[in-house]
């Protein structure tokens, strides 16, 4: 969504996020909505509705007469997300795999391929959960979908800085395996797609 058509309650979410992501805020902060309307120059209501929503995500908790703190991220969590995107989107897989069309490939492939060339961690976590979103849709399951989005984002945190922490080793991020998962579908060969999605996801298992 472009900038100039989001809400002034998305804007400051997405400010938010941003700095959760990339590390600005640790486990042990305490965030006010005061910081924030003075940081973004914006009034109470947008940045209370930025902070509920980002509540109701599990990605902060709210501390009564204190402010918010980010939610813990346990290796239990991160490990217990991974299985459970395992299975969900091995069986979108076999959903996707029949409902694809070449419009689908070719922006499953332009999303790969942003992903692979940006230095910026927004963008990385932006392509990299637009992609996965994207193979999730074409198993025409909203559920599904709405469901894999929010366990995403409980896991991006952690996501962010494992791709940090592979660019700062000259490694490549998260998304190295997304073009293989496309051009596996587009052979019409189920279990290689399936293969380069547990390659995709295990690096986040093996680092942790």
């Known amino acids: 969504m472009k900038k100039g058509r989001m809400t002034l309650k998305d804007q400051v979410y997405d400010s938010i996020y941003h700095d959760i992501i990339s590390g600005y805020y640790k486990e042990t902060d305490i965030i006010t909505e005061g910081d924030l309307i003075r940081k973004?120059?914006?009034?109470?209501?947008?940045?209370?509705?930025?902070?509920?929503?980002?509540?109701?995500?599990?990605?902060?908790?709210?501390l009564p007469?204190?402010?918010?703190?980010?939610v813990t991220v346990s290796r239990k969590d991160v490990l217990d997300i991974l299985e459970y995107r395992i299975l969900v989107e091995s069986y979108v897989l076999e959903k996707a795999i029949v409902n694809a069309k070449e419009k689908d490939y070719r922006y499953l492939e332009e999303l790969a391929e942003k992903a692979k060339k940006t230095t910026d961690i927004n963008e990385s976590m932006q392509f990299n959960e637009e992609f996965h979103l994207c193979l999730c849709g074409l198993a025409d399951n909203e559920h599904l979908t709405k469901m894999l989005e929010i366990t995403m984002k409980k896991c991006n945190r952690y996501s962010a800085q494992h791709i940090l922490w592979s660019w700062e080793r000259g490694r490549e991020g998260m998304?190295?395996?997304?073009r293989e998962i496309v051009l596996a579908m587009e052979a019409g060969d189920l279990e290689l797609a399936k293969k380069m999605l547990l390659e995709d996801l295990k690096p986040l298992k093996e680092d942790f």
């Open 40 to 62: 973004y120059e914006v009034s109470k209501s947008p940045v209370r509705e930025a902070l509920i929503a980002l509540c109701n995500e599990n990605v902060l908790r709210s």
């Open 65 to 70: 007469r204190l402010g918010y703190q980010l």
């Open 175 to 178: 998304p190295s395996y997304h």
